[in-house]
């Protein structure tokens, strides 16, 4: 079972460049999450979704953008990439029937 | 209000030994109190839940306290091993049916001395 799947694993950014973390689960969850981990911070919610063409903000969702096309995909964009957006990206989903959530094994983005 | 607060930040326990973390919470509404265990370079995985309902939920060697009226509960890890060796996150959610979106606490950093 592949679960939730996150790329890239790594990314260096420049200041200013835009990207796209790719996350994709094959549970045929409605919900899902996108969270940023910074040490000692815990994990933030950036944006979330319940559904395709659903998304919604969360705590942190300032110089993001979501979209979900399909249940399977759940995009993260960043556009104008800066310094404070250097975090560890998790991905997570969820069925609507339990509290549980999935998460992929993360993307570790820099920007300098 | 939304704030979940965990401690200690960092944690060292002798192999066999007890660990304990702690969380506390503000808005009553929260319905729903998990666990997450993160292993190096992996994403964080459920360990442990529990639900207001319930005082006390004990999978294996470990056990979450709830303490509803003080808005604080606990993990307590018995016969710590080597390979608990993780950072733990409680979390805390309402309405599990409808977004579910969790409130993590900022996480412990547990460290299980052979």
């Known amino acids: 079972n592949a679960g939730v799947t996150q790329t890239p694993k790594f990314r260096i950014l420049k200041i200013g460049q835009s990207m796209t973390l790719q996350c994709t689960q094959d549970?045929?969850?409605?919900?899902m999450y996108w969270y940023r981990q910074d040490p000692g911070m815990g994990l933030k919610l950036i944006y979330y979704s319940v559904g395709a063409g659903i998304t919604d903000k969360g705590e942190v969702p300032n110089g993001y953008n979501v979209s979900r096309s399909t249940t399977e995909d759940f995009p993260l964009r960043l556009e104008l990439a800066a310094p404070s957006q250097t975090s560890v990206y998790f991905c997570?989903?969820?069925?609507?029937?339990?509290?549980?959530?999935?998460f992929g094994e993360g993307s570790r983005l820099t920007v300098l | 209000q939304q704030q979940v607060k965990q401690s200690p930040q960092s944690l060292i326990v002798q192999k066999g030994g007890i660990s304990i973390i702690n969380c506390a919470y503000e808005n009553t509404a929260f319905d729903y109190f998990p666990w997450y265990q993160q292993f190096p370079g992996k994403g964080p995985a459920l360990l442990i839940a529990?639900?207001?309902?319930?005082s006390e939920k004990k999978e294996g060697r470990f056990t979450i306290s709830f303490n509803k009226s003080a808005k604080q509960f606990s993990l307590h890890i018995m016969d710590s091993q080597p390979g608990d060796s993780a950072t733990y996150f409680c979390?805390?959610?309402?309405?599990?049916?409808?977004?579910?979106?969790?409130?993590f606490g900022q996480g412990t950093t547990l460290q299980v001395k052979p």
């Open positions: 549970m045929n969850h409605n919900y």
């Open positions: 997570a989903s969820r069925t609507s029937n339990t509290g549980e959530l999935f």
């Open positions: 529990i639900r207001p309902d319930v």
């Open positions: 979390a805390a959610s309402y309405g599990s049916s409808n977004t579910g979106k969790l409130i």
